[in-house]
């Protein structure tokens, strides 16, 4: 795991919340790995890990998640009120996030497909993971990983499920 500069990227950022406290490595196993080790430390919400590349990115149901050089890797520590009810919402809302920025910058039609994967011309090209820690009943905290599928060349997906 090796760590970029983050300083001159968060200078260019309009965040409030989410995003405030920033790690940028170059590669490591899964970004939720790294969001979790730094929430269990005390990584305050919004606490966001981006990495280049992923050697053991994951998605639902512990599908591989292919995260090649170039791709769009990030995990969110969340920790609603402890009146939270966590539910499949999270990622939810994370892959409706993801639909509306690619909109937004690309102007193309992406869509959610239940509960979780962002697709375009009916290929998947994003999705969302939530994975949360637990005392007893009580939420400490969730991550979200948010990965998506550019910068390199779709023939490297071929075989992926």
Same mark, same amino acid.
């Given at each position: 795991?090796?760590?970029?500069?983050?300083?001159?990227?968060?200078?260019?950022?309009?965040?409030?919340?989410?995003?405030?406290?920033?790690?940028?490595?170059?590669?490591?196993?899964?970004?939720?790995?790294?969001?979790?080790?730094?929430?269990?430390?005390?990584?305050?919400?919004?606490?966001?890990?981006?990495?280049?590349?992923?050697?053991?990115?994951?998605?639902?149901?512990?599908? /591989?998640?292919?995260?090649? *050089?170039?791709? +769009?890797?990030?995990?969110? &520590?969340?920790?609603?009120?402890? !009146?939270?009810?966590?539910?499949?919402?999270?990622?939810?809302?994370?892959?409706?996030?993801?639909?509306?920025?690619?909109?937004?910058?690309?102007?193309?039609?992406?869509?959610?497909?239940?509960?979780?994967?962002?697709?375009?011309?009916?290929?998947?090209?994003?999705?969302?993971?939530?994975?949360?820690?637990? /005392?007893?009943?009580?939420? *400490?905290?969730? +991550?979200?990983?948010?990965? &998506?599928?550019?910068?390199?060349? !779709?023939?490297?997906?071929?075989?992926?499920?």
């Amino acid at each position: 795991m090796s760590l970029i500069e983050s300083d001159s990227l968060l200078s260019k950022l309009r965040i409030s919340k989410i995003g405030q406290s920033l790690l940028i490595l170059e590669e490591c196993t899964s970004t939720n790995d790294i969001a979790a080790q730094m929430a269990n430390a005390g990584a305050p919400h919004g606490f966001t890990v981006f990495a280049e590349k992923q050697t053991q990115g994951r998605g639902r149901h512990d599908r /591989t998640w292919f995260s090649p *050089e170039g791709g +769009i890797r990030a995990s969110v &520590v969340l920790r609603p009120p402890r !009146s939270f009810e966590p539910s499949e919402g999270i990622q939810l809302i994370g892959a409706l996030a993801m639909v509306q920025a690619i909109s937004a910058l690309h102007k193309i039609k992406t869509s959610v497909r239940w509960p979780n994967d962002v697709m375009f011309n009916n290929r998947k090209l994003a999705g969302a993971l939530v994975e949360a820690r637990f /005392t007893g009943n009580l939420l *400490e905290y969730a +991550i979200l990983g948010l990965g &998506v599928n550019v910068n390199f060349p !779709s023939s490297l997906l071929t075989g992926v499920a």
